[in-house]
């Protein structure tokens, strides 16, 4: 039996993903390809991988390789070998990924406001839920428990040791682990 916060969240990833539905029908995309460049245009620089992406969107890398190929044919995405380990590919959204993804955008109904006390709430249920299930991983920056203030310009992951730009700390990482329950 479905308890009172499961139909909640059934109602709203239901909507959520109704839609995205009719964002993606409207540009006559597939459903992944907007799960793909939202994800894109949130994920910080350690995030940014097939591998990332696969295991955010919960699908086989398999179907994310084909989804990124014809992506990247089609000059939505671009894969680049990262600089520091050239075995990696990171992916990029090119200028033409981030028009398709605003004019999707606009099929969207977005929130009227991003209230604190509800992005709070809605914080601390993914907390408790990826504490409960033992998952981490894809949560902002700053609420890492990795996430170590430098000053204006810049902050610490305690993680990697890398100075990163301070508009870095709100995007996703993959590497994310909120703080221990006391």
């Not at 993606?24 to 799960?35: D, H, I, K, P, R």
């Not at 939202?38 to 990332?52: D, E, G, P, R, V």
């Not at 398999?62 to 520091?84: A, T, V, Y």
């Amino acid at each position: 039996m479905l308890k009172n916060i499961d139909i909640w969240l059934e109602r709203l990833s239901s909507l959520y993903k109704s839609q995205m539905r009719q964002a993606v029908s409207a540009e006559g995309f597939q459903l992944v390809n907007l799960e793909i460049l939202q994800y894109l245009s949130i994920c910080n620089a350690y995030s940014n991988t097939a591998q990332a992406l696969s295991e955010y969107l919960g699908q086989s890398k398999g179907s994310i390789s084909q989804s990124l190929k014809i992506m990247d044919n089609s000059g939505h995405i671009e894969r680049k070998k990262c600089e520091k380990d050239k075995r990696v590919v990171r992916i990029f959204l090119t200028p033409k990924g981030r028009s398709s993804l605003a004019k999707m955008a606009q099929h969207m109904v977005t929130m009227p406001t991003e209230e604190p006390v509800i992005l709070a709430g809605i914080q601390s249920l993914l907390k408790a839920w990826q504490q409960q299930n033992n998952h981490q991983g894809f949560g902002q920056c700053v609420s890492c428990r990795f996430h170590q203030p430098h000053n204006s310009k810049s902050f610490k992951c305690g993680l990697t040791g890398e100075f990163l730009p301070t508009q870095e700390k709100l995007k996703l990482c993959r590497e994310h682990d909120f703080e221990p329950p006391q």
